[in-house]
């Protein structure tokens, strides 16, 4: 079994950043993938930005330019940067980590909110 233990989620401003970490509780190296997603009320859960064990990323082009994904094999944490807030990134975010061995995990969510 895989825990992931997300924080840093907030109420901030629009125009504001926030940083949220994902703690995963083996190696990452365990991982073909790792990446935030987003679920809003009313919405389908949809991919905000994943990276390889390589460092190649991919983000949904409504984030592109303002959020930034990155992963430090030593403390085994994804993190997302969040810079340049709309309204509309307000959503519960979620730590996602995928292995063929082991399958997909996920985390419990962190509440983010964006006040304009």
């Known amino acids: 079994q895989v825990q992931l233990v997300e924080s840093g989620g907030d109420l901030v401003q629009a125009g504001g950043s926030l940083r949220l970490s994902c703690a995963v509780s083996r190696s990452i190296f365990s991982f073909s993938s790792m990446g935030w997603y987003r679920q809003a009320p009313g919405k389908t859960r949809e991919l905000v930005a994943a990276i390889s064990p390589g460092g190649l990323v991919n983000y949904a082009d409504s984030v592109k330019a303002r959020f930034t994904i990155s992963r430090d094999n030593v403390k085994n944490t994804v993190t997302l940067q969040m810079n340049s807030l709309k309204p509309e990134d307000t959503a519960v975010y979620y730590c996602?980590?995928?292995?063929?061995?082991?399958?997909?995990?996920w985390g419990q969510g962190t509440q983010v909110t964006v006040s304009s």
């Open positions: 996602n980590v995928q292995s063929v061995v082991f399958g997909s995990f």
